[in-house]
């Protein structure tokens, strides 16, 4: 698994690359459509560390200004993702948008990510999972990536017995990762993310200290809502794959997770976003769901340009990831044309 991410990563740069070769050309096709929605999840300093699973999670401050001054080079208009169905639904309006959405509401968005969008006057969406704000949710992956880093080995069952993991290289600890990632995604999620917390706990980790130290609580949002730029999403209660939940959990999920923003912000949320947001993980069914529960407007993270399209299911908009892995202005631009996605 490893080396076939390796290999996915080393292609979509090797496709960014040979768009950026083509210059303004690239920018100048019917390919674009109507511009973009980027999604984040961190954004922080450079990390160090040899070892960072979740890499691809995080961009620095320095490249979300690049990623703002690319957008605004390209003459997109940056807005608010929640504003872009009534934009896109006015013929007289021909203008390309680009909408900056953050996911999970790390506490990074209001130290780092906040004043850069200030110094722009760029909107910009952060969802949160009421679970991580009320501090009754873990995220698994960030336990996960702390636990393999405390230890030269775990003992574990994966489902086929206990067995010793061995962590002494870095390609161990990324296996042992890739493990624990299939875990969580092939056996009853809650369950599986409460076995990581034990095994945490264990190894001298508090999970929900850690999502306490990383994502912002009820006055840090209140705060934050102070700024005229920032809009606040429902993102679940649980952070759960939503495809794998029956019908009652699933709708749960969405009210619940819409009334607690309305609680923390003081005004109900126009737009959801979807955990982890491939295709495995979102469908029909999803969609539906989120427009029956009242919300207007949803995103995934399966890529894709806007369109005027997207108006016929409001509840499924595209959103491309500002991966922490290909942090170029160029790479950017190439994302902008939208030529990498006419192939997705």
């Not at 001054?69 to 929640?82: D, H, I, N, R, W």
């Not at 680009?98 to 790390?106: A, E, I, K, M, Q």
């Not at 706990?201 to 912002?216: C, F, S, V």
């Not at 016929?312 to 908009?317: D, E, G, L």
Request: proline share 6%; glycine share 6%.
């Amino acid at each position: 698994m490893i080396g076939l991410k390796r290999l996915k990563y080393a292609l979509i740069r090797a496709g960014f690359e040979g768009i950026s070769l083509l210059g303004s050309l690239a920018l100048s096709t019917k390919a674009r459509g109507r511009g973009i929605i980027f999604t984040l999840h961190h954004v922080r300093p450079e990390n160090e560390d040899p070892f960072q699973p979740n890499r691809i999670l995080s961009v620095t401050p320095q490249f979300l200004e690049e990623a703002i001054k690319a957008s605004l080079e390209c003459g997109l208009t940056p807005v608010a993702a929640e504003d872009l169905p009534g934009l896109l639904s006015d013929p007289s309006d021909g203008r390309r948008f680009v909408s900056f959405t953050l996911d999970d509401g790390y506490r990074n968005n209001a130290e780092f990510a906040a004043p850069i969008f200030r110094k722009y006057n760029v909107p910009y969406t952060i969802f949160l999972t009421s679970g991580f704000v009320e501090r009754t949710r873990s995220l698994w992956w960030e336990t996960t990536e702390v636990l393999l880093n405390k230890t030269d080995q775990l003992i574990f069952d994966f489902g086929k017995g206990v067995e010793t993991i061995p962590l002494q290289t870095k390609r161990q600890k990324l296996m042992a990762f890739d493990r624990f990632t299939v875990f969580v995604g092939t056996n009853e999620e809650s369950a599986a993310v409460a076995e990581i917390d034990t095994l945490a706990r264990t190894n001298g980790i508090d999970p929900l200290a850690l999502t306490a130290e990383l994502t912002m609580d009820r006055d840090e949002l209140k705060e934050l809502a102070k700024d005229p730029l920032a809009n606040f999403g429902a993102h679940t209660v649980s952070h759960r794959n939503m495809r794998r939940l029956n019908d009652q959990d699933l709708r749960t999920e969405i009210v619940e997770s819409a009334a607690a923003v309305e609680r923390f912000i003081g005004k109900p949320p126009r737009i959801f976003a979807y955990p982890y947001g491939f295709k495995a993980a979102v469908g029909e069914r999803e969609f539906k769901a989120v427009a029956d529960a009242g919300i207007p407007m949803a995103v995934t993270t399966q890529p894709g340009i806007l369109k005027v399209e997207n108006l016929k299911n409001p509840t499924a908009f595209n959103r491309v990831s500002l991966n922490g892995a290909s942090q170029k202005p160029r790479y950017v631009k190439a994302m902008i044309s939208g030529l990498a996605f006419k192939f997705v």
